[in-house]
């Protein structure tokens, strides 16, 4: 008998949280959020910008959960230089050779683990560029409606290995690091 009472108090407790809860998705503002990138090489390094097309945080209450995003990767853009040499480095990264823009117009991201940290969160996520999901650790800091994280992506594990020392001999000066920085400010 006593068993059945604990249990039954136990399920009438568990109920009544999950009834107090509130998960809520919290939509980025896209023109107000940014993804600034980093991709270096031997002789020195590039940065750029990549625009949102979407995306959300998942939160219980004040907890974040989870999120999903879209980038447009037609939008990248190179900020370091200027004229021909801008055009000729965006359209390099357009080409089949890095993104292939014109067959994957999109990347995803969706968090998939949350962990709470005492500075923020730690997160995995599954990364999927040019059809190949990988995943990706980063930790999160929310400060009221921004979220900021800075990560590294290696860019041979979906298939982007043009200019990579760990595929091709004899680059010498032209060798461009596998690792890119995607420096991330969510406002929502």
Known sequence: MKTK?????ILAVAF????????????????E??????????LG???????????ALQFDGDV???GEFVVDMTSIKVTDLEGDSKGQLE?????????GVANYETATLKITNVEKTASGYSAVADLTIKEQTHPVEFDL???????TTTFQVNRTKYGVRYGSGSFFDNLGDNTISDNFTLYVTLKF
């Not at 809860?21 to 896209?30: A, C, R, S, V, Y």
């Not at 959020?33 to 031997?42: E, L, M, P, R």
Request: hydrophobic share 35%; glycine share 10%; no cysteine.
């Open 64 to 66: 974040l959960i989870g």
């Open 33 to 42: 959020s940014q993804i600034n990138w980093t991709g270096k090489k031997v």
């Open 91 to 99: 359209g390099h990264l357009n080409s089949d050779d890095f993104f």
């Open 45 to 55: 390094k590039h940065h750029g910008t990549i625009d949102f097309k979407e995306g």
């Open 16 to 31: 009544s949280t999950a009834s107090f809860t509130k998960i809520e998705k919290k939509m980025i503002k896209t023109s």
């Open 141 to 147: 800091i929310i400060n009221g409606d921004t979220a």
């Open 5 to 9: 009472i604990n249990s039954v108090l």
